[in-house]
């Protein structure tokens, strides 16, 4: 772990170019050309050549009017035809990204505006070190040339363009929206400033298919709200290309359900065979309201978080630099209608690792085989991205910062973590990579740095059951240093799931650092942070878990205190409250004998997942439960955890086997009970495998955690 400025890289990486440069820009084409009105995405082709070898990859830099340059697109690895390089697919759509603050946390803020646009294209050469660039212009044209604001269909069928004329400065404007039947309460999206001049968009979301709406915009000056000309109109039908899925009541909504959150977000992964569906929401009634179903190849996403400004993150699909490692490579940021606002990916990010001596960070492509003991490699982004952090301590950028799990593969002598095969082994760990607000690496964290044992992690400690992976094995990463001569199946040891970025420490340690879930250690751990801060050591400052640094206070005398296997690790109420966590229980439900899930001989609350809340203390550590609820439901994996505003819970057991080629997930609201036996929810709704999901007041405003 070490922080490092982006003007220092820059520096690093000018300092490689020779005086004579040989890689060279030869075109840089959009379709269609300027100009074009907002709304409308335009595909960008760039060629170029370059003496070398390669390969050459592309970045893309976007200024849009009266704003700064934001990096839209990192570093990636063209196709060559002989000396000639085309840059990977490039589709833009015009948007202005700002820093905005709002409840508290620097957030960037992203709307389609008019006006004459920079888009500046790097070309580099990563062997060489050379580089080349390019800068076009292109004009944006507003939708409203009037006083009456206008409403464009766009890509996704439940999403529309709301387009209202310019307001005056030092206002805010948003945009209200309801059901003309009136069924349900009107809709408000986020504010944004007012740009005297330019017009306002808005991604209006969260819709009943095939409904009639109005809508209208809301100026906003200090306590003076003013509505705007109403429009009507009817939303979209979902789209037959795509297979969606089917939800149900697994038993009746409760009236007690907390009605100031009526809408589910879902991620839906699909582990096993089957379809792949489009992530979606849906009401708590089953109906669904939005979806995301990216273009690309070989579709699979894991949206990790919906954001305070209507846009999300999702780790994706595609190949980086290394076609062997196919999986997520890219990691995302989306607006509501499925558009791409900016990207990065894990070979850039690879490169810029090296640069600040992150010596576990090599290509896996580049290692000899068989790996020598020692050789460790990146693999790919897994699991979970967050975008709650501030600027790193010095930064001269804007928030917000965005963290990162990636899985290393290193590999150990023979016998390590009692590896029976006589060879080398391959262990799987994780690095938390944090990135600046142009998504430029700046700090990391490096479990293999800190695997010497407690109060560190220890290497000799394997995974709590076990668990191990091979080539192309159902929720593993790719392994990409198996091969002849290393032990034939890799230990999956930590298996990081989770981050939080705890802002607001309330409990008697220091603040502003991350907290991770280990799932195959049963751990929660704090890593020492400081937002990026010089004299952050990136040491882990406590484990909680079974055989960790606290002590449980088991007030609700409960056979197995502890959680195990867990997912979503989060402390609510923007980290002075609860801590929330779904338990998975799998250490649990194995060392229940017999091991037949749902026996009548299991012990009371031994084969289901629990809903877990905890207070705890880092000056007695000690950890004291404020709910263990048996959720009814065993989830082998994955799962959500989430304190509602009405004081309840929202669980999600997210993989539940029925039989063996049916596997369905529950979205589920539970009243707050201080116990350790069944639960009596207040929302059980069924639907396919999810990863995780989110009980939310709209798109625009999802929980902070």
């Known amino acids: 772990m070490k922080a490092r400025t982006v003007s220092a890289i820059l520096l690093l990486l000018t300092s490689l170019v020779p005086a004579s ?33 390669g390969p050459l990859t592309f970045q893309f830099y976007v200024t849009a009017p009266g704003g700064a340059p934001f990096m839209v697109r990192d570093f990636n690895v063209g196709t060559p035809n002989a000396s000639t390089w085309t840059s990977p697919a490039f589709t833009w759509l015009p948007t202005a990204c700002t820093s905005v603050n709002s409840s508290g946390l620097d957030e960037l803020s992203c709307e389609p505006i008019e006006g004459i646009y920079s888009i500046e294209v790097v070309a580099k050469d990563f062997v060489s070190g050379e580089t080349a660039s390019k800068t076009a212009k292109f004009q944006v044209t507003p939708l409203v040339t009037g006083s009456t604001p206008v409403l464009t269909p766009t890509g996704n069928t439940l999403v529309t363009m709301f387009s209202v004329p310019p307001c005056a400065a030092g206002s805010f404007v948003r945009a209200s929206f309801q059901e003309q039947s009136l069924k349900t309460p009107a809709t408000i999206t986020n504010k944004v400033p007012c740009h005297p001049g330019i017009t306002s968009n808005f991604e209006i979301a969260g819709v009943y298919v095939n409904t009639p709406y109005k809508i209208f915009a809301q100026t906003i000056t200090g306590t003076k709200v003013v509505n705007g000309p109403t429009l009507t109109y009817t939303t979209g039908n979902l789209p037959s290309s795509i297979s969606f899925p089917t939800f149900s009541q697994a038993m009746p909504k409760n009236a007690n359900a907390d009605g100031a959150l009526p809408l589910v977000l879902h991620n839906l992964i699909q582990l096993g065979a089957g379809a792949v569906y489009p992530d979606v929401a849906t009401d ?10 990216p273009n690309d190849t070989g579709h699979s996403d894991t949206l990790t978080r919906p954001l305070q400004n209507g846009t999300f993150l999702s780790i994706e699909n595609g190949s980086a630099w290394d076609p062997a490692a196919s999986g997520g490579q890219f990691l995302r940021q989306v607006d509501l209608a499925g558009n791409v606002i900016r990207e990065t990916n894990t070979g850039v990010l690879q490169q810029e690792l090296l640069a600040m001596g992150a010596k576990d960070a090599q290509a896996c492509s580049a290692i000899a085989k068989p790996a020598a003991i020692g050789a460790a490699c990146l693999g790919e982004f897994h699991h979970d991205a967050i975008q709650t952090l501030p600027p790193t301590v010095g930064s001269s950028l804007p928030g917000p910062f965005t963290a990162v799990i990636v899985d290393i593969e290193k590999i150990f002598p023979a016998g390590t973590q009692n590896d029976t095969s006589g060879l080398p082994v391959d262990i799987i760990g994780d690095m938390i990579i944090v990135l600046d607000s142009n998504w430029q690496a700046v700090w990391y964290f490096d479990t293999f740095q800190h695997d010497g044992g407690a109060p560190q992690l220890d290497i000799t400690r394997a995974a709590v059951m076990g668990e191990t992976c091979v080539s192309g094995q159902s929720g593993c990463p790719p392994m990409l240093l198996l091969g002849t001569g290393i032990a034939p199946k890799a230990h999956d040891w930590l298996h990081a799931n989770s981050l939080y970025y705890w802002p607001n420490d309330t409990f008697g340690g220091a603040s502003k650092d991350i907290v991770w879930s280990s799932r195959h250690q049963d751990w929660v751990m704090k890593v020492d942070y400081q937002d990026g801060s010089p004299s952050a050591t990136g040491n882990i400052l406590w484990r909680m878990g079974n055989d960790g640094d606290f002590t449980f206070d088991n007030k609700f005398s409960d056979p197995w ?21 779904f338990d998975n229980g799998n250490t649990r439900v194995i060392a229940d004998p017999p091991l037949g899930l749902g026996s009548a001989l299991c012990q009371p609350n031994d084969c289901n997942s629990r809903g877990m809340a905890v207070n705890f203390s880092e000056t007695s550590m000690t950890v004291t439960p404020v709910l263990s609820s048996d959720l009814g439901y065993y989830s082998t994996a994955m799962g959500s955890a989430q304190l509602l505003s009405n004081g309840d819970y929202f669980f999600q057991p997210a993989i539940v086997i029925l039989t063996l080629n049916d596997t369905v997930g529950y979205s589920m609201e539970v009243p707050p009970t201080p116990a350790t036996g069944p639960t009596t929810p207040l929302l059980d709704m069924e639907g396919p495998e999810h990863y995780r999901g989110w009980q939310m007041t709209s798109m625009y405003f999802p929980p902070i955690t």
């Open 284 to 293: 708590l009634l089953d109906h669904i309201m939005w979806y995301y179903y």
């Open 561 to 581: 205190p502890w959680f195990s296997h867990q997912h979503d690790v989060g402390i609510e109420e923007n980290g002075a409250g609860v801590m929330t966590i």
């Open 21 to 53: 440069a040989t890689v060279q820009i030869l075109s840089m084409t959009p379709s269609p050309k300027s100009p074009q009105a907002i709304g409308k995405t335009i595909a960008w082709t760039v060629t170029a050549s370059d003496t070398h070898v």
